[in-house]
């Protein structure tokens, strides 16, 4: 990649808010996170982050370089682009986002299946939130995206992909096969922060069943799916998540679905991409086969656990 990996890891870190979870979207140890940012630090002389004991925010200096950074990445991105029919890995590299918790159960198998057709291709992944998924599609800085709900904006297309089930989980052991909405209005609730469309659902079907989103018992607020399951497990709190995300959990005995009457949670799960005439040709691919692929058969193999 034309950018520099200083400032990739620099500009990571940044959106992100902390080295850990930079770490996380970019598949690197923390202390690589680190490394890079001192060495950074010492070629420009100044220091970018202040650090808060396990928070971090930019310095006057790192936000005069994440605005210019930003900027730089878009125009190595257009001049990546523009370069694509001459280099063959920047031709067959896809820049990927998902805003839900079930892209990343879902993408994997799919990548994998796209790949057995086209195995030179590269892929870059980032879990982004609503507004920087939608900025980074419009600039060009992404290709294609999945998310829990619609986007409108005139510059991107929309195509809804396949359906989700949304179910409420707790410890296998001691959890009830039902609840009543008045105990669920009790219920201490884990909610995960990282998946806006289903916050969108939850605030519409609550209602049907006489009870708001505000209603809900909700003590903690985690980003981190795999956290969010262990508390879970452990008997901390109940969670509301994507049957795809806790099937293998469920199959094996370690989570519970349990019934709330009345209450049936299904989303929509979108595929996003830019208005242009032409993509370019391997992302024209990736989006026919996601638009013409056999979801409903893909995603009852997956929660069988045969995918």
Known sequence: MILDKKMRVFLATAEAGSFSRAARQLSLSQSVVSFHIKALERELGVSLFQRHGRSISLTAEGKLLFEKGRKLAQEARRIEDAFSEQSEEIAQRIYLAGDALTCAFTL????????KDHPDVLFSYKHLDEDELIRRLVSGELDVALTGHPVAHRKLATTPCFQDRIVLVGPAQSAPDNITIDQLRETPIIWAT??????????KSLPEVGLQLKDLNVFMEVDDLPIIKTFVRVDVGLA?????????????????????????????????????KTLRQVVTALVEFVENRDWEAVLEAQGRGEV
């Open 108 to 115: 994997p198998w799919t990548l994998a299946a796209f790949r």
């Open 194 to 203: 990282s998946d806006r469309g289903l916050e969108l659902l939850l605030s």
């Open 240 to 276: 509301f998540l994507p049957f795809l995300t806790v099937s293998d959990e469920v199959r094996f005995g370690f989570l519970k679905i349990i019934d709330v009457p009345g209450l049936k949670l299904e989303r929509t799960n979108y595929l996003v991409h830019r208005k242009e």
